[in-house]
């Protein structure tokens, strides 16, 4: 299988915005059938963000996300990317991409098989 790897994070003051960006060394395979950002941080459980079918394009926004974060691929660039807007300093984690066989919107991390690296992302008040 290919690597994921994640690009995009860095240091960003509140109400700022943010594009990370998950690229396929290899492509994606049918076994990324679903692609799913995830993070944490500190002290604290890794935690699903938001995912993507990469087949049928349907997408899932957690709701502590959901009209500020935005999810999408381009296929032809073998990414996927995570906009994120009007960042708050608790959205401040290390963020995951993560590819697995379903399209689950609980996002369990165990539901993923392949897992990037991770990219800090941190959010000053």
């Known amino acids: 299988e290919g690597q994921l790897v994640e690009s995009g994070g860095g240091v960003v003051q509140a109400g700022g915005s943010l594009r990370l960006s998950c690229t396929a060394s290899?492509?994606?395979?049918?076994?990324?059938?679903?692609i799913g950002w995830f993070r944490q941080a500190p002290g604290k459980e890794r935690e699903g963000v938001s995912c993507i079918d990469m087949k049928e394009g349907t997408t899932h926004h957690k709701s502590f996300v959901k009209g500020r974060f935005t999810i999408s691929a381009d296929k032809a660039k073998n990414t996927v990317f995570l906009q994120m807007n009007d960042l708050k300093p608790e959205d401040t984690a290390v963020y995951y991409c993560?590819?697995?066989?379903?399209?689950?919107?609980?996002?369990?991390?165990?539901?993923?098989?392949?897992w990037g690296q991770g990219t800090q992302v941190t959010v000053s008040s």
């Open positions: 993560a590819s697995g066989p379903f399209f689950i919107r609980t996002m369990r991390p165990y539901e993923y098989r392949t």
């Open positions: 290899s492509g994606f395979s049918r076994n990324d059938a679903v």
